[in-house]
DNA sequence: GTTGAAAGGCCCTCTGC
DNA sequence: GCAGAGGGCCTTTCAAC
């Protein structure tokens, strides 16, 4: 076996490979995006190019799903925030459920363990229009029940932060 | 009223709306914060400076909430996503739950109208660590009963978009 | 809001350690 | 794998329309 054959072997086995200082850049960008490399560079005590290989690192390998403007719901005219709890019959009503992926109120959707099927997390203008989106879960064939959960307050909302 | 003071006011009242070019860029910033204001501005038929503005605009009115880096939840160590709906027997309680945003495992809390108190998002390294969370709120005086549904799938998980 | 241009800063790469 | 220096792109601002 070559040298350059270990340097790679070494170099894949690195890959999705997430270290101390990997954390601490992962939790500063999870929380503002906008820092440069040499603001990451002060902070975790590295130059800026350092930084900015590690981050390509993360990005490349799915690490960083992507970087994202966070929006106010309430400001952009989603006032009405709620859980759905989605019972279906069989699994194609729930992957009829999934094609629902493009509707824009509809911010999560999640399969579950326990006596619910579905997890749905949806976002709209007024009650009215989350009655309208209930209405369509109603009319799938194999639609079982729903519960849905309206949330009065928000105390946290954020993304999944580093260990 | 002075010509001025007019010209204040309609400025005053600009603050805060959200046209449909404004609401086209926040699409597009919601998906993906590291496109440039030259391509914004291909998109919506606006100058690099217009473009420029306006997104300025949208942060400081606080309608773009934050720019951030979504991570992977199985890549950083937390491979098990759960929602946990607790029932608390008073506000003090309540309190104390809102205190828990410190753990950085407690990605959402929302309290909610029905007949549970508070909805949580938690996403930990493994069963285990779930359950020791799940232990802490048990020794909360006030608690009154949790359910928990564990994720199985993602199938969607984003945040808000425009209308 | 647009165009055009200019200044500054940051990204990104390359090289050497 | 990390630090220092350079080219170049893009942001950001300012004019004039």
Redesign the pocket.
Known sequence: MSEDTKTVR??RD?RGQVDA?DRKLLGLLAQNAE????EL?KKT??????V??????LKHSGVIRATVALLDGSKIGRSLLAFVHLETSNWETTRRVLDMSAFPEIEEIHTVAGDTAMILKVRTESPAALEELLSKFHQLDGFKGVRTFIALGTYLERGPLPR
Request: net charge positive; charged share 30%.
């Open positions: 070494r170099t690195r200082t820092l440069g490399y040499a560079g005590h590295l130059s800026a190019p350092a900015h290989e590690r981050v390509k690192r």
